[in-house]
């Protein structure tokens, strides 16, 4: 699977943006996949995570009630919505493809495939 992230930019906060994530393949429904993001001088944190059919979801505490996590197996695409955000949302957002396809949990080592990112900025 390969995975193409788009969508970031530059945003002020209290703003939104939705990411996007293309993904090649006739297999995409047998992915769970997931978001990470990694701020600078960070580690790579766990976001979201969709099943393969798309019929559960989580989202991290952080950014509960204010980002969600979609796909569309039809497109081949899954997407997270950003609403409120925050100056400490700022970070390289990865899409990734796990090694299930119920849920992959949050750690960067259950997802095989990754996307190449693309930056959030959150200016206050």
């Known amino acids: 699977v390969q995975l193409q992230a788009s969508g970031g930019g530059l945003v002020q906060a209290g703003g939104s943006l939705k990411l996007s994530c293309a993904a090649s393949?006739?297999?995409?429904?047998?992915?769970?996949m997931g978001w990470f993001r990694q701020a600078p001088g960070k580690e790579r944190e766990f976001v979201a995570a969709?099943?393969?059919?798309?019929?559960?979801?989580y989202h991290v505490d952080s950014v509960k009630g204010r980002f969600a996590i979609s796909r569309d197996n039809a497109k081949n695409a899954v997407y997270l919505q950003m609403n409120s955000l925050k100056p400490e949302d700022t970070a390289v957002y990865y899409c990734a493809a796990g090694q299930t396809t119920l849920y992959s949990g949050s750690s960067p080592a259950h997802y095989n495939y990754w996307g190449q990112g693309t930056l959030v900025t959150v200016s206050s």
């Open positions: 969709i099943s393969g059919s798309g019929g559960y979801r």
């Open positions: 393949g006739r297999t995409f429904s047998s992915y769970a």
